[in-house]
């Protein structure tokens, strides 16, 4: 008999009354907003922004069109959008619906990317003027003539507005009349953007060098000659300044002395400025190349490369981990910032020379087909520049589950909290000195293209640099067959896991490809099955087949009712996590880690907390070509049984955080943070952190301090201190949000290295 499964009626359109994720968009203003004011994002033009971006497919949530060319960068400010364009106008267009609100006209071309600051736009235009415009209302407060065209993007810094013109000056003008304090002259045009931080600003020149300039007197701190002109704007972070020349190199310069730590040869020009972001440069060449690299920030080693269809003259974003970026094939990209496989890309009618904007769930790009867009996710819808905490607030929706073991999952309410924690891509402006006196390697670019995947998922293998052959990652991740499922068909069921009140059986189906394996979570049956846990069980795939396009997440294959409820999932051949705790070398063990991560983070992002993270839970695909892969399984929702019962029953005390013992205190994406903490404890160590009777292990979650990892294994006393905040007892002590542990891993691993 040929079944009608559940995820084929959903796919359809045709389920009425069913549970539903639901999803509440965000449109308070508050303090709390994300938003893009100026040029490269800040006054350091580090090109990299704690918002959110859309991670998978796009579309435009709304066009506005221009009379020109749009090559500028848009900002994005209290609810608005503002962006130059050739036909001589800086537009002002709500958010949202991308309605003009206002629009100045200068006469001549707008290339010069606007900054907002304190109520207040400026810009310059190829007119030779920098006006200061009302954000509210469109009014011209002041206009401050140069001697030759605007292009470059003004920043502004305790209240002095510092700008370059074609006429080979950089200016510093007040911010509330444009009154002049002081001019550099280098005598050859600058297009560059300045970049201001510890008190100089840093500015490129086509007479070939870089200037560092005292913001008070404008004396000239240092300069250094690079081999072509600068229209490279540089990016400063901690003690560095990065920046490209014509000459091809990337540049890695001293901030006090302008003393060269590396360059970076690439294969043309570089005239878009760099973006740093997690200890990696994201530079692309410009008019001449098709290329964007990623640049370790501490050597200049490349870690990757992609190329496009076009040049690449949009400079790159990085939000998220995710990096964004134009080109002259006229699509706009998002690649992984980790691997520079491709996430998604969006095809408009001309080349992309703007450099993206990316605010809480949106893109907002121009192109040269003279309009501006906002791009948001298809699947998810964005809230897009209103303001507030900045991230979708998912309503939490209660779902029943029968899981193997009393797996567990539920929607997720995405919260703030005000513990007072940064992003981790973001640095205070107050870096530490780097005191190195490594010495200056150059460093050339390969001709290795990053391996491209699908749009839907999120790649996550690491850099090839400096692997050992011997211990190899997999470039391409085993993955799942795409078939439907005909539960009356399946062959050779033979039970390979138990728990709970669920067994899962390993089967065979018939494909006209040939015989695939695949695993079948069903209930364990004992009489009638009753309807709330038909519905459960089909509420548990739901949730999980909304979250499992990702290379770390067991794939759902299909789901029925009838003649039992049933999961039809990948089959992994390689075991669980506990039957390899404490037996993989430290590389392999926080690569795993990390993958694992991951992939609980990409369920995070979608609203969904695992809730039952434990070794058991975790499965392995056999690879042949590199190390064995991670899948997190059973995604459940513990929070139902929670909510059930006075006990802890379904739960593992071994790998349950201190709040799940607790009714009163909420279980949510911290606690994943927990239960990760410890799944990795003891997949380091090979053993979990307590270990006892139930009762015992309950009260030492409670109140007792784990061992440090280091001293029941053979490990660097830096994996201490990630893995005891991820296992804090008071959750404000934990990490934040998951992507704190997630970069604590990263920086363990590459430390192997």
């Known amino acids: 008999m040929r079944w009608v499964t559940r995820r084929r009626v959903l796919q359809s359109g045709l389920l009425i009354g069913s549970t539903v994720m639901t999803e509440r968009v965000a449109s308070q203003t508050g303090a709390g907003a994300v938003e893009w004011p100026t040029f490269s994002f800040d006054r350091r033009n580090s090109g990299r922004s704690p918002a959110v971006g859309p991670t998978s497919s796009v579309s435009a949530a709304w066009r506005h069109e221009t009379g020109g060319p749009v090559a500028t960068t848009p900002v994005v400010a209290s609810g608005f959008v503002y962006v130059g364009s050739d036909d001589g106008t800086l537009y002002a267009l709500d958010a949202i619906s991308g309605e003009r609100q206002w629009s100045v006209e200068t006469g001549s071309r707008v290339r010069s990317s606007p900054t907002f600051r304190d109520g207040t736009i400026y810009f310059g235009s190829d007119d030779g003027a920098v006006r200061a415009v009302d954000a509210s209302g469109g009014d011209v407060t002041w206009t401050t003539a140069t001697d030759d065209n605007v292009s470059s993007s003004p920043v502004v810094a305790d209240g002095t507005v510092y700008v370059g013109s074609e006429d080979g000056r950089l200016y510093a003008m007040a911010a509330g009349d444009g009154e002049v304090g002081w001019t550099v002259d280098t005598g050859s045009p600058i297009t560059s953007s300045p970049a201001v931080a510890g008190g100089t600003v840093y500015v490129g020149s086509a007479d070939t060098h870089l200037y560092a300039i005292d913001i008070t007197t404008g004396e000239v701190t240092w300069r250094v000659e690079t081999g072509d002109g600068i229209a490279s704007s540089p990016a400063v972070v901690d003690s560095t300044v990065y920046v490209g020349s014509g000459d091809g190199y990337l540049y890695a310069l001293d901030t006090g002395t302008g003393e060269q730590r590396w360059r970076f040869r690439t294969d043309g020009l570089v005239g878009t400025s760099p973006t740093v972001a997690n200890s990696t440069v994201y530079v692309a060449n410009g008019l001449f190349s098709r290329r964007l690299y990623a640049v370790e920030a501490e050597t200049g080693n490349e870690r990757w490369m992609v190329e496009t269809d076009g040049a690449v003259q949009s400079s790159p974003a990085v939000a998220d981990g995710l990096v964004y970026f134009?080109?002259?094939?006229?699509?706009?990209?998002?690649?992984?910032?980790?691997?520079?496989?491709?996430?998604?890309?969006?095809?408009?009618?001309?080349?992309?020379?703007?450099?993206?904007?990316?605010?809480?769930?949106?893109?907002?790009?121009?192109?040269?087909?003279?309009?501006?867009?906002?791009?948001?996710?298809?699947?998810?819808?964005?809230?897009?520049?209103?303001?507030?905490?900045?991230?979708?607030?998912?309503?939490?929706?209660?779902?029943?589950?029968?899981?193997?073991?009393?797996?567990?999952?539920?929607?997720?309410?995405?919260?703030?909290?005000?513990?007072?924690?940064?992003?981790?891509?973001?640095?205070?402006?107050?870096?530490?000195?780097?005191?190195?006196?490594?010495?200056?390697?150059?460093?050339?670019?390969?001709?290795?293209?990053?391996?491209?995947?699908?749009?839907?998922?999120?790649?996550?293998?690491?850099?090839?640099?400096?692997?050992?052959?011997?211990?190899?990652?997999?470039?391409?991740?085993?993955?799942?067959?795409?078939?439907?499922?005909?539960?009356?068909?399946?062959?050779?069921?033979?039970?390979?896991?138990?728990?709970?009140?669920?067994?899962?059986?390993?089967?065979?189906?018939?494909?006209?490809?040939?015989?695939?394996?695949?695993?079948?979570?069903?209930?364990?049956?004992?009489?009638?099955?009753?309807?709330?846990?038909?519905?459960?069980?089909?509420?548990?795939?739901?949730?999980?087949?909304?979250?499992?396009?990702?290379?770390?997440?067991?794939?759902?294959?299909?789901?029925?009712?009838?003649?039992?409820?049933?999961?039809?999932?990948?089959?992994?051949?390689?075991?669980?996590?506990?039957?390899?705790?404490?037996?993989?070398?430290?590389?392999?063990?926080?690569?795993?880690?990390?993958?694992?991560?991951?992939?609980?983070?990409?369920?995070?992002?979608?609203?969904?907390?695992?809730?039952?993270?434990?070794?058991?839970?975790?499965?392995?695909?056999?690879?042949?070509?590199?190390?064995?892969?991670?899948?997190?399984?059973?995604?459940?929702?513990?929070?139902?049984?929670?909510?059930?019962?006075?006990?802890?029953?379904?739960?593992?005390?071994?790998?349950?955080?201190?709040?799940?013992?607790?009714?009163?205190?909420?279980?949510?994406?911290?606690?994943?943070?927990?239960?990760?903490?410890?799944?990795?404890?003891?997949?380091?160590?090979?053993?979990?952190?307590?270990?006892?009777?139930?009762?015992?292990?309950?009260?030492?979650?409670?109140?007792?301090?784990?061992?440090?990892?280091?001293?029941?294994?053979?490990?660097?006393?830096?994996?201490?201190?990630?893995?005891?905040?991820?296992?804090?007892?008071?959750?404000?002590?934990?990490?934040?949000?998951?992507?704190?542990?997630?970069?604590?891993?990263?920086?363990?691993?590459?430390?192997?290295?």
């Open 326 to 753: 134009g080109s002259g094939d006229r699509h706009v990209y998002a690649v992984d910032a980790d691997t520079g496989n491709t996430q998604w890309s969006f095809e408009t009618s001309d080349l992309v020379a703007s450099s993206p904007a990316v605010v809480d769930g949106a893109v907002y790009v121009g192109s040269n087909d003279g309009s501006l867009y906002a791009l948001t996710d298809d699947k998810i819808p964005a809230r897009v520049g209103t303001g507030g905490p900045g991230l979708r607030e998912l309503a939490p929706v209660v779902l029943g589950v029968l899981g193997l073991g009393g797996g567990s999952a539920w929607l997720l309410r995405r919260r703030r909290t005000d513990r007072g924690q940064s992003r981790p891509d973001i640095l205070d402006d107050d870096g530490d000195a780097d005191g190195s006196d490594t010495p200056v390697p150059e460093v050339e670019a390969s001709d290795r293209t990053a391996t491209d995947s699908s749009a839907d998922t999120t790649a996550t293998s690491t850099s090839d640099r400096a692997r050992p052959a011997s211990q190899p990652t997999a470039d391409r991740f085993p993955g799942a067959p795409s078939v439907s499922v005909d539960y009356g068909y399946l062959t050779d069921r033979e039970i390979i896991g138990s728990g709970g009140n669920a067994d899962v059986v390993r089967a065979t189906l018939p494909t006209d490809a040939g015989d695939q394996t695949i695993a079948v979570k069903e209930p364990r049956v004992a009489g009638t099955i009753r309807s709330d846990d038909v519905e459960r069980m089909l509420s548990e795939a739901e949730v999980w087949s909304k979250i499992d396009d990702h290379d770390h997440i067991v794939r759902v294959l299909d789901y029925a009712a009838e003649p039992l409820p049933w999961i039809a999932m990948e089959y992994m051949d390689g075991g669980t996590l506990a039957e390899r705790a404490g037996t993989l070398d430290l590389p392999q063990a926080l690569w795993a880690a990390l993958c694992i991560t991951r992939g609980v983070r990409h369920a995070h992002r979608k609203g969904v907390a695992h809730l039952d993270l434990k070794p058991e839970n975790v499965l392995f695909r056999e690879s042949d070509d590199g190390w064995d892969v991670p899948k997190v399984a059973d995604w459940g929702l513990s929070r139902y049984l929670l909510d059930h019962s006075n006990s802890v029953e379904g739960l593992t005390p071994q790998y349950a955080a201190p709040e799940q013992f607790d009714e009163e205190t909420p279980t949510d994406d911290i606690t994943d943070i927990y239960q990760l903490g410890v799944v990795f404890y003891e997949l380091l160590t090979g053993q979990p952190p307590f270990e006892g009777r139930p009762a015992e292990v309950m009260q030492s979650v409670l109140e007792a301090e784990p061992t440090p990892p280091s001293e029941i294994a053979d490990l660097p006393q830096d994996v201490d201190q990630v893995l005891l905040r991820a296992l804090a007892t008071d959750r404000s002590e934990r990490y934040d949000d998951i992507v704190y542990l997630r970069d604590g891993l990263k920086r363990l691993y590459h430390d192997q290295w």
